[in-house]
Nanobody
């Protein structure tokens, strides 16, 4: 089973990027998926999570306060893929971004130990 994050790059403040998390080896249709990031020299932090498509309408997406209103998480079950659309990027968004999947949404939301699957990261650098 693999999760592969892609789409990172170097952009100027105010620009947009879309990250893609492509899953292989199993069907993640019924699994919540999420994004985390780790700035250089800092701990990894939660960014966003999305429930499986059959989740309750008020329990579908979650965001860190620092990205609310700027980032949007989505998924395409036909492609076994999750996305993170990042708009109005700021220098403080600079980090390595990782995608993850777990059968338990709260585990993703809190970044708890024991998350089942992690992808390799993709670097996002936002210049001022």
């Amino acid at each position: 089973v693999q999760l592969q994050a892609s789409g990172g790059g170097l952009v100027q403040a105010g620009a947009s990027l879309r990250l893609t998390c492509t899953a292989s080896g199993r069907d993640f249709t019924y699994w919540p998926m999420g994004w985390f990031r780790q700035p250089a020299g800092k701990e990894r932090e939660f960014v966003a999570a999305i429930n499986w498509s059959g989740g309750a309408p008020d329990d579908m997406t979650y965001y860190a306060d620092s990205v609310k209103g700027r980032f949007t998480i989505s998924r395409d079950n036909d492609k076994n893929t999750a996305y993170l659309q990042m708009n109005s990027l700021k220098p403080e968004d600079t980090a390595v971004y990782y995608c993850a999947a777990d059968a338990v949404l709260p585990r993703l939301r809190t970044g708890a130990a024991g998350i089942s699957y992690w992808g390799k990261g993709t670097l996002v650098t936002v210049s001022s």
